[in-house]
Each structure stands twice: as structure tokens, then as C-alpha cells.
């Protein structure tokens, strides 16, 4: 594969990766007390996971480039992000990541499609927790790809 798409790729991880951290900052910080903060954090939610689904399209772009169904688009395009391709690409996510992030995607999907759901304060505060607490997973796995990327440029 030549090294531009790569690089290009790499430069989209770093600008995603700090659109992440911007918004993992303000989910940290932001309290769900009364429905507009419950109503901001699931927002905050939502936008995370787009930030990262963003990013695995890019991913799907420069290495295999097409899913098929798409009326299941998100959850195949996550679902590829744990594939190791062989010859292609290693996989961007564990098991555990796509478990967390699965997850968000259910919840980015309800957020977005629901407009006459009220949305359950303990649920968006579990998650919100799960992520926390699991973040760290994602990082990791992200970390890793990035080194493949680096090591993939050099060669």
C-alpha cells in the first residue's frame, strides 16, 4: 500500500483523538443533576461515539473501502473494527473495546432516533460510568493501530 494514504489516515487519528479528549474532558466534568444536564452528557455521549465512528470509516476507507448492508451500517462498520485483515490491516479493537463501544453505539442509536423517548437518567449515568472507567481499553487499542500505521509509513 502506498505510505500517503497511511499518513493521511495517521494525520485524521490525531485531529480525532483530540476532538475525543475534548469531549471525554467535558463527560468527566459535567454532573447529570435535573434532565438538561441528563440531556447534555447523552449528547456528549452521542458525539464521542460519532468522533470514533468518524474515525473507523476512515479506517474502512483507506484499507477496505465498502459494507455491503447498509441498513446495518454502524454496527458493521464496528463489528470490522475488531477483524484482523490479513495481509491488510491488524484490528483496531479487542473484544472489550467492541463490547464498550457496542454499547454507545445502541445508545448513540436510541439518542439519535428516539425523539419522543425520555431518556433514563440512570441509564446515561451508567454509561457514562462504563465509559470512564473502560476508556482506557480504547486508548490502548487505538495506540496500538497508530503504531501499525507508524511502522507501516517507515517501510
Given at each position: 500500500?502506498?505510505?500517503?494514504?497511511?499518513?493521511?489516515?495517521?494525520?485524521?487519528?490525531?485531529?480525532?483523538?483530540?476532538?475525543?479528549?475534548?469531549?471525554?474532558?467535558?463527560?468527566?466534568?459535567?454532573?447529570?443533576?435535573?434532565?438538561?444536564?441528563?440531556?447534555?452528557?447523552?449528547?456528549?455521549?452521542?458525539?464521542?461515539?460519532?468522533?470514533?465512528?468518524?474515525?473507523?470509516?476512515?479506517?474502512?476507507?483507506?484499507?477496505?473501502?465498502?459494507i455491503e448492508d447498509l441498513?446495518?451500517?454502524?454496527?458493521?462498520?464496528?463489528?470490522?473494527?475488531?477483524?484482523?485483515?490479513p495481509g491488510i490491516r491488524?484490528?483496531?479493537?479487542?473484544?472489550?473495546?467492541?463490547?464498550?463501544?457496542?454499547?454507545?453505539?445502541?445508545?448513540?442509536?436510541?439518542?439519535?432516533?428516539?425523539?419522543d423517548y425520555e431518556l433514563?437518567?440512570?441509564?446515561?449515568?451508567?454509561?457514562?460510568?462504563?465509559?470512564?472507567?473502560?476508556?482506557?481499553?480504547?486508548?490502548?487499542?487505538?495506540?496500538?493501530?497508530?503504531?501499525?500505521?507508524?511502522?507501516?509509513?517507515?517501510?
Open positions: 500500500m502506498k505510505k500517503e494514504p497511511l499518513a493521511i489516515l495517521l494525520g485524521y487519528f490525531t485531529n480525532q483523538t483530540e476532538i475525543m479528549e475534548k469531549i471525554l474532558q467535558e463527560v468527566k466534568t459535567t454532573k447529570p443533576s435535573g434532565r438538561e444536564k441528563v440531556s447534555h452528557l447523552a449528547y456528549l455521549l452521542h458525539n464521542l461515539y460519532c468522533a470514533l465512528e468518524d474515525l473507523f470509516q476512515e479506517i474502512a476507507k483507506t484499507f477496505e473501502n465498502r441498513s446495518k451500517y454502524h454496527r458493521e462498520l464496528l463489528k470490522r473494527m475488531q477483524l484482523d485483515v491488524p484490528r483496531v479493537l479487542s473484544k472489550e473495546s467492541y463490547l464498550i463501544l457496542d454499547e454507545l453505539r445502541g445508545f448513540r442509536h436510541i439518542f439519535r432516533h428516539s425523539y433514563a437518567p440512570d441509564r446515561v449515568k451508567s454509561l457514562k460510568q462504563k465509559i470512564l472507567t473502560n476508556w482506557r481499553y480504547i486508548e490502548r487499542d487505538l495506540d496500538i493501530f497508530i503504531d501499525f500505521l507508524q511502522e507501516a509509513i517507515k517501510d
